[in-house]
């Protein structure tokens, strides 16, 4: 099965800080890559998919690249809303693996 | 409106089984996969498995192939979760989520949750 590495697994930055978290897979799986926002006690919601596609609805101070095995989720302006756990996941096929998640805090 | 609502909460013992349901509202049922994560407390999204609502082809995990049983019923939209002999590290909550295109796509739907605690 491909693995996932996500990195860093936690960070605290400041209101309007740019933020980078990435997700490494140890096969390439082209752009099948989504990033998911959970705030704590509810449902993951889909914020970008294929890499790089901003989900309907999410702001546009998220954005996604990459392509292959490396991939970055940005937050251009980090708001106080964006409190949450981030997540990757490959969806090229089974198993659709998550990466271990990302938690972002307000410095 | 796309709606995915799960059944309610569920106290097990070590070794029982528990049945989970998903029922689909708001569109065509059998033209979109679902599959089911969970999330032990405080940890990450694990992936389950997934079923193809219209054949009800199944593909699991490799952990959970000898304990999960995933099944659907077309007349009531509804598909259903089933893990065997459950151990304590069973213990998380269940989500079922819909895949949002036609091939190899996320998970644009999750249903609410349904927290499975497994107890002696």
């Known amino acids: 099965d491909i693995q996932m590495t996500q990195s860093p697994s936690s960070l605290s930055a400041s209101v309007g800080d740019r933020v980078t978290i990435t997700c490494r897979t140890s096969?390439?799986?082209?752009?099948?890559l989504a990033w998911y926002q959970q705030k704590p006690g509810k449902v993951p919601k889909l914020l970008i998919y294929?890499?790089?596609t901003l989900q309907s609805g999410v702001p546009s101070r998220f954005s996604g690249s990459g392509s292959g095995t490396d991939f970055t989720l940005t937050i251009s302006s980090l708001q106080p809303e964006d409190v949450a756990t981030y997540y990757c996941q490959k969806y090229n096929s089974a198993p659709q693996t998550f990466g271990q998640g990302t938690k972002v805090e307000i410095k | 409106q796309v709606q995915l609502v799960q059944s309610g909460a569920e106290v097990k013992k070590p070794g029982a089984s528990v049945k989970v349901s998903c029922k689909a509202s708001g569109y065509t049922f059998t033209s979109y996969y679902m599959h089911w994560v969970r999330q032990a407390p405080g940890q990450g999204l694990e992936w389950m498995g997934i079923?193809?609502?219209?054949?009800?082809?199944?593909s699991y995990a490799q952990k959970f192939q000898r304990r999960l049983t995933m099944t659907r019923d077309t007349s009531t939209s509804t598909v259903y979760m089933e893990l065997t002999s459950l151990r304590s590290e069973d213990a998380a909550v269940y989500y079922c989520a819909r895949e949002m295109g036609v091939v190899s796509s996320p998970f644009d739907y999750w249903g609410q949750g349904t927290l499975v605690t497994v107890s002696s």
């Open positions: 294929a890499a790089s």
């Open positions: 079923i193809n609502p219209s054949g009800g082809s199944t």
């Open positions: 096969q390439g799986i082209s752009n099948y």
